[in-house]
């Protein structure tokens, strides 16, 4: 067991794995910790991802090159991170409901979509997905595409924004005291809006990293509950985007740890026991971090101006 | 030195069928502290929030510096050179004072913020009017007067040249406010303009130079300050006689409630106790005063059973109390919270299930079964003797204003779910501001009713951070600062400075 | 563009709405029927006869609201303590899996018992099971303030992950030929059919029963107002002397508890034994349920219907013209989110400045 453990950590394959199965959590990470730390709660993340998935998808299958399927991606996000902002933050509607409702309304739009387009297929038609940078002659990074590098470069720069620039601070601001924002000249609804929708487009870039990069076909449940994982991850991290990427790799690193040991049969144990891993450790880390967790104050509060 | 910097023309704003402020004109002139003066819900908030933008007007326009400002745009207000400084914080607790002060000055999408200009523009401009901050403290740390200062630093910053202050004074020390009139008297003396929102006549005759009075959302009088009296000011505000409460003699009974070196520990300063004692006796008023913050928090969720002391026990009729409001309520406590809306009421209940919330289990249900009728006809009856109104006993509580709210709630308090008057009588009352907020002939109701039972017996511990109520009403007074309380000596020991200086933590040393 | 609140709940606009997001979804769901080239027009004709239109329809429609029922009631009465419980998947399965293994295990022997008291016993084991797993979330939220949503989300993929180690390996059924499926619960324990040659069984008699109970137990009760009463304000209702914490326990294993009851249900009344895909997201779908009857436990029963319909027909529309069945899901997905419009706008007026 221990020989078996120390020869995987050895492997560079390993790690390769363990960036590859971040990705799309980072990416989704991020885009949960941006509209949260402007105060709204987006459950939307998992229909979103489907969606995104599935766009992106599809513009590449219909033609388009791989990048215009991640804008494709992006905008599905926006679009649905939109109609979130519009039932969250001008109609003050329950951001859980909202929120699971976006997610049902996403997927099934898009496995609707999907049956519709391709009616009559038995096997998933494929795509050409992105190809590992092998130019990059790096041990693990060389394995990535550039997805992932996108993902990884994301993380200094959503920090440089929401720590540096005066938009970041208007984000925060509107997460911590609406009201102050609002007694400042800010719009708060603009805020929240774009941050949402900022962030929906992160998610659905998230979904198209399992279609263009990860996979080269859109399949059914492939999001498979990571949605719902990032939602924790962001806690995890105390809604900081540098401890988010530590988060998501390690999540990731018993992603793919139990992929090894499954195969290794190491232990014994029924596969599934090592699939469930990473779920049982998401919960045990939020329990974990809940004690200091300090939330964006006015997280999951509607603001309605000139409420009285 | 005449000419306006402010003109308001028939503002008129409803909510619903309430007329908040009714075709209002008003100007304010250059180098001028205006006071808007009313009791509480005169319409002095509504229409300070309009001309910020907060609210929309449903009619009349603004005028600023000779042009007119758009509605319900408070960046266009920050624009025009007008700031505010809010009755309640609308500060973000978790980020810095530079934070919240530079908040909205940059252009959005500038790629960096520009923090050292900011910083130095803070410290230059706070060195000008003579408030000092320091600008990387978190603002979660300081204290209710230095909030005010990086409020009012907020508004500066931005060059205004007209500010607003909503009740400025409500959560200061004495000492603290007078400090507050000088640096208004400086901003004039640069040429800023001023209005100063109150409903406290001394400040407003030693403050201003002019005076406008509303009264139920009309103004009623404009006048020179140096023309008018307080006796006069106080006629027009208040436009009717209120009758004084009538105080009985009371006789001081046994101690009902003991606290005993109580330390309660907390993350906010108004969360923490330290060793506090005190005991409350049947038939007497003592009565807590104190800024903000200092605790009151704490004690209030003691005695209501909320929280558990960490240090030192509280015993009520003799008995020691567990962290348990149904415990408290069985013992015969009336509780009287500050927030009405938020910890006295369930908003989206109806108001009959809201009287009968504390005593749900006993008397109102057998064997688990609410008894409908019972319960609905023991909130008639205390609708109709408390005097609720705006609405039947089907209403969600949400729909009542702030007075039936209290009213509502002072009712249940009092009655202890008992069918009438005569077969209660609570051992200990705590009130908790219980005239925050209400208008003249409210605080008034309020008190007697108060009186009334502290007359009969009860024990009545007031928590209030106004004064004038507490001088008004309390037997003996305890100061609390810093989760620290002085000894409670009779009312008419105290000299109004001696209670500034002990809000302020100066003496608090030396009594202990 | 803001929104004012309207003084009271304006009555016309409490019927108006709802009718308003009605016809909205039926609208925008044209719009996907469309796009599918099929015929609209034939297209609601035959989901609303696949759903209502025969006594058969009526029958699977029936026998599909079942189990949507109590995922609706296991809903609504955790969120009307707004303890979000979005596991009742997971508690379903788990409650399943319970009821096989108290009726079906042990060689069909079911532990030398007589059915009368196998019957309650598989129907406790199943409660049990769900409660105990709303249980973990319920302490989670309460005493470390742990949000319940993604607990108990991902509480639902660990579930399905036991539910196939089980049937694959102490529960398979060893007749199955390498299906994934459990043994078989008992003849003796299998609840009768209430219609003849159709699949509707006694269980929903439970279902309505435990409706009628919620409904009953949430406006009567001191129990009932303590829920609401923490639902509605929890600061309020602890100020009042509500035990908060233990309400919100309380609720979680009623919810829990009645989501088990599901599972139970389903494999005694519908399939026999435990499979991966004995439910099509009955869970997720009785969130949606609860919703649209407004965490009513009557209306959850209406709302049940609905929905099982609306799955029925589509089912059976998709037999007949090009429309693939996902419709059914797009059309309750968008219910959803205009009922909740809906409530907006009978609470507040919009105003465009």
Known sequence: MVDALAAMLANADFWSAVLRVATPLVLGTLGVLLCERAGVLNLGIEGIMVAGAFTGWLAVHAGASLWTGVLVAAATGAAFGLLHGVLTVSLALSQHVAGLGITMFASSVAYYAYRVSFPNVSTPPTIQPFVEMRWLELPVLSAQTPLTLLALALVPVVAWVLNRTPLGLAVRMVGENPAAAEGQGLSVSAVRMGAIVAGSALMGVAGAFLTLSAFNAFFFNMVNGRGWICVALVVFASWRPGKALAGALLFAFFDAMQLRLQQADVGGLPYQAWLMLPYVLSIVALIAVARRASYPQALMKPYRKGER | ?512 | MRLEARGAVSPAMAVVAPLAAVAFTLVVAALFVAWAGAPVGRTYALIFEGGFGSRFAWSETLTRATPLVLTGLAAAIAFRARLYNIGAEGQLYAGALAAVAVGGLHGGTGFELPPAVLFPAMLAAAALAGAVLMALPAIAKTRFGVDEVVTTLLLNFIVLLVVSMMLDGPMKDPTAMGWPQSVALQDELQLSKLVERTRVHTGLLIALALAGLAWGVLRLTTFGFEVRAVGANARAARFAGVPVTRTILAVALASGAVAGLAGAIEVAGRTGYVTLDMSPGYGYTGIVIAMLAGLNPLGVVAAAVFVAGVLVGADSMSRAVAVPTYVADLIVAVALLSMLVATVAARYRLRLR
């Not at chain 2, 100007?27 to 929309?56: C, D, M, P, Q, W």
């Not at chain 2, 640069?190 to 001394?202: A, C, Q, R, T």
């Open chain 2, 1 to 512: 030195m005449t000419d306006t910097v402010l003109r308001l023309a028939g503002i008129t704003k409803r909510f619903g069928s309430l007329v908040a402020n009714d075709a209002i004109s008003l100007e304010l002139s250059r180098g001028e502290i205006l006071a808007l003066l009313g009791e509480n819900g005169a319409g002095k908030s509504t229409l300070v929030s309009i001309l910020f933008g907060h609210y929309v007007a449903d009619e009349g326009s603004i005028e600023a510096f000779g042009r007119p400002l758009p509605s319900g745009d408070p960046a266009a207000a920050l624009a025009a050179g007008v700031g505010m400084v809010h009755q309640h914080s609308t500060l973000a607790d978790n980020l810095s004072v530079l934070d919240n002060v530079m908040l909205g000055t940059e252009p959005l999408w500038r790629p960096v913020s520009r923090r050292r200009e900011g910083r130095a523009r803070l410290l230059d401009t706070a060195r000008r009017f003579g408030l000092a901050v320091d600008p990387d403290a978190r603002v979660a740390r300081l204290s209710v007067g230095e909030r005010q200062r990086v409020e009012i630093l907020k508004a500066l910053y931005r060059d205004a040249r007209v500010l607003i202050l909503d009740e400025p004074t409500a959560v200061l020390t004495p000492q603290e406010s007078e400090a507050l009139f000088a640096t208004l008297r400086g901003m004039v003396a640069e040429g800023l303009s001023v209005i100063f929102i109150s409903h406290k006549l001394d400040e407003v005759l030693r403050v201003s130079d002019r005076i406008a009075v509303l009264r139920a959302g009309r103004l009623v009088a404009t006048m020179a300050a140096r023309d008018t009296t307080k006796s006069a000011l106080a006629e027009v505000m208040v436009g009717r006689a209120i009758p004084p409460p009538v105080t009985k003699p009371h006789s001081r009974g046994d101690a009902v409630c003991v606290i005993d070196r109580v330390t309660m520990h907390g993350e906010r300063a108004s969360a923490r106790l330290e060793g506090a004692s005190l005991s409350l006796h049947a038939g007497e008023i003592a009565a807590i005063a104190g800024v903000s913050g200092n605790g009151q928090a704490a004690l209030v969720e003691l005695l209501c059973g909320l929280r558990a002391a960490d240090e030192g026990r509280v015993t009520l009729g003799g008995r020691a109390m567990p962290a348990d409001p149904a415990a408290w309520i069985a013992a015969g406590t009336a509780r009287i919270p500050e927030d009405r809306r938020d910890v006295g009421t369930i908003g989206d209940l109806p108001v009959w299930e809201n009287a009968i919330a504390e005593h749900y289990r006993k008397p109102f249900a057998s064997a688990g079964i609410v008894r409908r009728g019972a319960a609905r006809s023991f909130a008639r009856r205390l609708v109709d003797r408390y005097d609720v109104r705006g609405g039947g006993i089907d209403t969600p509580a949400r729909a009542l204003s702030g007075g039936n709210m209290q009213k509502l709630i002072l009712g249940r308090a009092l009655s202890g779910g008992a069918a009438r008057a005569a077969d209660f009588l609570p051992t200990l009352i705590v009130a908790s501001q219980p005239t925050w907020g209400l208008d003249a002939g409210a605080v008034a109701w309020v008190h007697q009713q108060l009186l009334d039972a502290c007359a009969r017996g009860a024990a009545l511990l007031l928590i209030s951070e106004d004064l004038d109520e507490i001088l008004a009403l309390a037997d003996r007074i305890a100061v609390i600062h810093a989760g620290r309380l002085t000894p409670a000596r009779p009312a008419r020991s105290w000299t109004l400075a001696e209670l500034g200086l002990a809000m302020a933590g100066e003496g608090a040393r030396d009594a202990a």
